[in-house]
């Protein structure tokens, strides 16, 4: 599975942002999509995901202004995961990942390369 991520950029505070996550490869095995991020000097942490039933979970964070979707492709061979962020504060700064959980994994196994958000004050 290959996941590539895109859409980062620079954005004033209160702005607004989208991110997509595209994944390739054998993506049948494939259950959740989703985002974290990792702020300069800190961890990484969960921002959202959305399994392949619709399900969404969003970290409290974020709720209300973050909104995951996905889009499967019919013949299987690539789905898309979109983050639209909203009402961006510069607390939102840091570099955001996608990620893919296999059926049956209680975690995150496949990564895509980072996408940089960037929120001035």
């Known amino acids: 599975v290959q996941l590539q991520a895109s859409g980062g950029g620079l954005v004033q505070a209160g702005g607004s942002l989208g991110l997509s996550c595209e994944a390739s490869g054998s993506i049948g095995n494939i259950n959740a999509l989703g985002w974290y991020r990792q702020a300069p000097g800190k961890e990484r942490e969960f921002v959202a995901a959305?399994?392949?039933?619709?399900?969404?979970?969003?970290?409290?964070s974020v709720k209300g202004r973050f909104t995951i979707s996905r889009d499967d492709a019919r013949d299987d061979t690539k789905s898309t995961a979109y983050l639209q962020m909203n009402s961006l504060t510069p607390e939102d700064t840091a570099v955001y990942f996608c990620?893919?959980?296999?059926?049956?994994?209680?975690?995150?196994?496949?990564w895509g390369q980072g996408t940089l958000v960037t929120v001035s004050s």
């Open positions: 959305i399994f392949s039933g619709g399900r969404t979970n969003v970290t409290d």
């Open positions: 990620a893919g959980r296999s059926f049956g994994a209680s975690t995150f196994g496949y």
